[in-house]
């Protein structure tokens, strides 16, 4: 008596992981959204640390169109990310960290200075001085 083994195909299935968002240039924040920086704005440890600070403006070329927005600031470490509000109107954007204000003359009586993108995407159309929450 001869045992024959029939053979079977098994079909595996591959589950797809769930990759984390890769932020390209096709995909970046449109204009007047709340910017780039917002996934990692929530990935990092919060200190759940909120005050309202009056600002400045300066100028760069980024943010317009890739959501990229900037603020020189002292007391919260280069690269943090930040959410910037407007009490004003309630509108907001988040926004990295660049540097210090501290030793600059031109920033003498301001304690924060943003991007002109974050700004106007702020609806903030005062250049001198102006209110701006800062959460972080």
Known sequence: MVTVAKETKQE???IPKKADPV???ENNAPAGSPGY????????ARLNKESTMS???FKT??????????????????GTIVRLVNPINNK???AKVLGQMNGIRQ?????????NAAASSLGINESERFMVKLDY
Do not use: C, H
């Open 12 to 14: 595996v299935k591959e």
């Open 23 to 25: 932020m390209t240039r």
């Open 37 to 44: 920086f917002k996934p990692y704005y929530e990935q990092q």
């Open 55 to 57: 600002s400045g403006i």
């Open 61 to 78: 070329s980024s943010g317009w169109q890739d959501g990229k927005y900037y603020l020189l600031v002292d007391g919260v470490a280069s």
């Open 92 to 94: 907001y954007v988040y």
């Open 107 to 115: 920033n003498q009586g301001l304690d924060i200075r943003i991007s």
